[in-house]
């Protein structure tokens, strides 16, 4: 079956722009989470979602916002961007919160 | 609060040998999952052993097994028979709020990851 699927692979923006980020789960997966991965900080909760609903938000600023369609299939946003925000971008998804996670291979952003 | 610690930044092996990847955890919630996932240099983060906090038994998958000690709050990953593929960063997570998709505090917590490389 089809993993996680992340599109796109990567992406160089600058500074100030906005960018969308997109996430497929596997079928049938409901829960679909956001984590950002830099040699800093390493790997960080964004948000959570589960049926088209946010359940759970990390501690990152507005700027990052995302959304589940019916399909499970999410995105995530990222408004004004800033350097600090290279890094790259995962997404897992999960048919149960809590249990069995698959990650996709992930986006990964520069910021010039 | 929620932590997972890995004080192994970095780690060699020698092929054929086997190696042990040192995770500890705190909670204070009963129920929770720690999960072990390599990420080669390609990006993607593969899921290789889960434990629950009540399994009583250590899991095992092929050539990897979770050295559970509960008391400790160690998770530690064994790899036997290390081959060349395995060079990767490891890391250990910890998934609070087990199962349960009403509770909106549930969130994977990863250590720092350990980098094994693996010696011909």
Same mark, same amino acid.
């Given at each position: 079956?089809?993993?996680? @699927? $992340?599109?796109?692979?990567?992406?160089?923006?600058? %500074?100030?722009?906005?960018?969308?980020? =997109?996430? *497929?789960?596997?079928?049938?997966?409901?829960?679909?989470?956001?984590?950002?991965?830099?040699?800093?900080?390493?790997?960080?909760?964004?948000?959570?979602?589960?049926?088209? @609903? $946010?359940?759970?938000?990390?501690?990152?600023?507005? %700027?990052?916002?995302?959304?589940?369609? =019916?399909? *499970?299939?999410?995105?995530?946003?990222?408004?004004?961007?800033?350097?600090?925000?290279?890094?790259?971008?995962?997404?897992?998804?999960?048919?149960?919160?809590?249990?069995?996670?698959?990650?996709?291979?992930?986006?990964?952003?520069?910021?010039? | 609060?929620?932590?997972?610690?890995?004080?192994?930044?970095?780690?060699?092996?020698?092929?054929?040998?086997?190696?042990?990847?040192?995770?500890?955890?705190?909670?204070?919630?009963?129920?929770?999952?720690?999960?072990?996932?390599?990420?080669?240099?390609?990006?993607?983060?593969?899921?290789?052993?889960?434990?629950?906090?009540?399994?009583?038994?250590?899991?095992?998958?092929?050539?990897?097994?979770?050295?559970?000690?509960?008391?400790?709050?160690?998770?530690?990953?064994?790899?036997?028979?290390?081959?060349?593929?395995?060079?990767?960063?490891?890391?250990?997570?910890?998934?609070?709020?087990?199962?349960?998709?009403?509770?909106?505090?549930?969130?994977?917590?990863?250590?720092?990851?350990?980098?094994?490389?693996?010696?011909?």
């Amino acid at each position: 079956k089809a993993g996680v @699927t $992340q599109t796109p692979r990567y992406l160089i923006k600058t %500074r100030g722009q906005q960018v969308t980020l =997109s996430c *497929s789960p596997i079928s049938g997966h409901r829960s679909v989470s956001w984590y950002q991965q830099t040699p800093g900080q390493g790997l960080q909760f964004l948000f959570e979602y589960f049926s088209e @609903t $946010q359940r759970n938000k990390g501690n990152f600023p507005g %700027r990052f916002s995302g959304r589940q369609f =019916s399909n *499970s299939r999410s995105e995530m946003n990222v408004s004004t961007l800033e350097l600090g925000d290279s890094a790259l971008y995962l997404c897992a998804s999960s048919f149960i919160v809590g249990y069995g996670y698959t990650f996709g291979s992930g986006t990964r952003l520069t910021v010039v | 609060a929620q932590k997972i610690t890995q004080t192994q930044p970095g780690m060699f092996v020698q092929e054929k040998e086997a190696v042990t990847l040192d995770c500890t955890y705190d909670t204070s919630d009963p129920s929770y999952g720690l999960f072990w996932y390599k990420q080669p240099s390609s990006g993607e983060m593969i899921f290789l052993i889960y434990q629950g906090s009540y399994d009583q038994q250590n899991a095992t998958e092929g050539r990897y097994s979770l050295n559970f000690q509960k008391a400790r709050k160690s998770a530690n990953l064994v790899i036997s028979a290390s081959q060349l593929g395995d060079s990767a960063m490891y890391f250990c997570a910890m998934f609070v709020g087990f199962k349960s998709s009403s509770n909106t505090g549930n969130q994977f917590y990863f250590g720092t990851g350990t980098s094994l490389t693996v010696i011909p």
